[in-house]
């Protein structure tokens, strides 16, 4: 069995990192998290620490709502404003050839964490979905959390 090392993910997957509570939530009192890529009135940003590319950030509103229906104008305005301005981060940073913008509302439409509303902006890029994860099983990620999380907040200054 051929084996691809990934040291820095140890911290993902160990039992420390497993904590109970909303990650939303979380951000939302500590916006000093190494994660956290910038935090407004109304959302926060966010690296998804499980990401399906690199670069892959979760937009919150920072109040705990389960459905776009909840959403204040003011909150619908900021979390779509957050999400351009996070596009353009990943844009100066990554420089990707597009992007995967969505909620996914409900487990069956693919949610992983349901209670608390959440938009995905994946990157892309042309040939990035090759022979690993259909040989495989295994995705690549190129570059570490925390490195991209440091382009990220230096990007926005």
């Known amino acids: ?9 140890i911290n ?3 039992a420390k990192t497993k904590g109970k ?9 500590d916006a000093s998290s190494e994660h956290v890529i910038f935090k407004t009135k109304f959302s926060v940003v966010m690296l998804n620490i499980y990401p399906y590319n690199n670069g892959h ?11 776009i229906s ?5 909150e619908t305005v900021d979390l779509f404003k957050c999400l351009n301005r996070a596009k353009l981060l990943l844009q100066k940073v990554l420089k990707p050839q597009g992007y995967n913008i969505g909620f996914n509302l409900t487990r069956s439409a693919g949610a992983g964490i349901t209670g608390h509303l959440h938009m995905h902006i994946v990157p892309r890029w042309i040939g990035d979905t090759n022979f690993m994860p259909v040989i495989a099983g295994t995705k690549i990620i190129s570059q570490s959390l925390d490195e991209l999380a440091r382009c990220l907040k230096n990007a926005d200054k």
């Open 1 to 9: 069995m051929d084996k691809l090392w990934a040291p820095w993910r």
């Open 57 to 67: 950030l979760l937009v919150a509103p920072l109040r705990h709502i389960r459905d």
């Open 21 to 29: 509570g909303c990650i939303f939530c979380k951000a939302k009192k």
């Open 12 to 14: 993902y997957v160990s």
């Open 70 to 74: 909840q959403l204040t104008q003011e």
